[in-house]
């Protein structure tokens, strides 16, 4: 395998070099997080092992990387919906605990905005900030994951755009009257939707028929009962594109562009490219070689592996568990790509392993642990994270919090790389969804 030097890609470079440093460097660190599109390529050598095809000698196949914030899949379910519906079920949403108290000055503010009043910006950019605080704070506060737009969150390159300041608003206000802010914020909603869908779901999805979703099912334990439902919400609604195609959005938009769709012969899949502590964090994997033909239409996902994170924070027996209540989480999304003909797999993995195998005594009991260094310490040492349920849990779960989630510090690494990167269970990832193209 080697990386295939940038050329003329519009696209910044996914900075392998530099994340491999950080991993590499005598006090290791977990590269930051990621907060826009970046693009890294690969070129592998694969032997060839059967019959005649021997004599051919060894194939190359080119894989495409494209690494993106997790959070921006959270804005699929926003392209079918008109700024009004998108605002009653936002709203509905922030009246409910948790996210009522982390939004109470949004909601004070909107509660008093006269949506058929003048267009102000400096109203309308001050309901935005108010907006943007309250979900940062359900994320942050309570581990509350579906949260919209995506891009609130994880702005990237656009920043802070003024096509980017618009919020929700209460049902039944006017958002009709020319010139008024109803009406800018429905405008500004618009072309928040047509950024996001020229410049990443139509732009770089268009050609993707194989998904791999990355699901923090532990990090959702962890938050409590209403992290882990928000969750399950996200997903579920995230099941209508991976039913239809993360460039396709919607029946209704495959038709729009049926007839001027001019699709090329990468076949997509989707893959961690960094830890991120976002449950649903993803990038896209490309695979492009001489046996793949070109396709003239639009194709369902063929392959969806969901991939339930932090893999190695669990001791091997406990792994079952959390793979059993991964599926059991993801149940709809699971359900809507098989209807739709799609290979659907479940994995606990982790991109990179920084625990070991251990045994440690727990009240009196011998039990399997993982073995690591919390960061901040320089001692390993055994840790339990806590019981791993393999159903959806109980009410009676959430009554014990006995459940943690330590960050572990990284493990040496070689600087050069030629040693590879300790993981667990990536290589079973990437047979379920590119395995028949190898």
Not at 8 to 15: G, N
Not at 54 to 78: A, F, K, V
Request: hydrophobic residues 40%; charged residues 25%; proline residues 7%.
């Amino acid at each position: 395998m080697r990386v295939i030097p940038a050329r003329t890609e519009r696209l910044t470079r996914f900075d392998y070099e530099t994340k491999l440093a950080s991993l590499a460097a005598d006090a290791p660190s977990w590269p930051p997080r990621t907060d826009a599109l970046a693009q890294i390529s690969l070129e592998l050598e694969l032997d060839r092992h059967a019959g005649i095809s021997r004599s051919l000698g060894s194939r190359r196949i080119r894989l495409d990387i494209l690494d993106y914030p997790g959070e921006w899949l959270l804005d699929l379910p926003m392209l079918t919906q008109t700024y009004a519906e998108w605002s009653a079920q936002v709203m509905e949403t922030l009246a409910t605990p948790p996210r009522d108290a982390c939004a109470k000055k949004f909601l004070d503010f909107v509660a008093t905005l006269r949506t058929d009043g003048p267009a102000e910006d400096s109203l309308l950019h001050k309901g935005h900030l108010l907006y943007r605080e309250a979900i940062h704070a359900c994320q942050e506060q309570f581990g509350l994951r579906y949260l919209q737009p995506g891009r609130f969150l994880r702005p990237g390159p656009q920043g802070d755009a003024p096509f980017l300041w618009f919020f929700p608003v209460p049902p039944g206000r006017d958002i009709a009257k020319p010139g008024s802010a109803g009406v800018l914020l429905a405008e500004r909603f618009e072309a928040y939707k047509r950024e996001v869908r020229e410049q990443f779901f139509d732009s770089h999805f268009k050609n993707f028929n194989r998904q791999v979703l990355l699901v923090d099912v532990l990090g959702a334990l962890h938050g409590g009962r209403a992290a882990f439902e928000d969750t399950q919400n996200a997903i579920a609604h995230l099941a209508r594109g991976l039913n239809d195609g993360w460039g396709f959005w919607s029946h209704r938009r495959r038709r729009e562009l049926a007839g001027h769709i001019d699709r090329g012969a990468d076949i997509a899949a989707r893959s961690a490219a960094s830890r991120s502590s976002n449950p649903l964090a993803s990038a896209a994997v490309g695979v492009a070689g001489k046996v793949l033909a070109a396709v003239t239409a639009p194709s369902p996902i063929e392959r969806v592996a969901f991939v339930a994170t932090k893999g190695d924070h669990v001791p091997a027996l406990a792994r079952d568990n959390l793979e059993h209540l991964l599926r059991a989480l993801v149940d709809p999304a699971a359900k809507s790509s098989q209807e739709a003909s799609a290979q659907v797999s479940f994995h606990v993995a982790a991109s990179i392993r920084s625990t070991e195998e251990g045994t440690a005594k727990l009240d009196g009991q011998t039990v399997e642990v993982v073995r690591g260094t919390v960061l901040g310490e320089a001692v390993v040492r055994p840790f339990h994270v806590g019981a791993v349920p393999s159903q959806i849990p109980q009410p009676s779960f959430w009554s014990d919090r006995y459940f943690e989630m330590p960050v572990f510090r990284p493990p040496s690494i070689d600087p050069s790389g030629n040693h590879g990167i300790p993981h667990l269970g990536l290589d079973d990832v990437l047979v379920a969804v590119i395995g028949d193209l190898l």
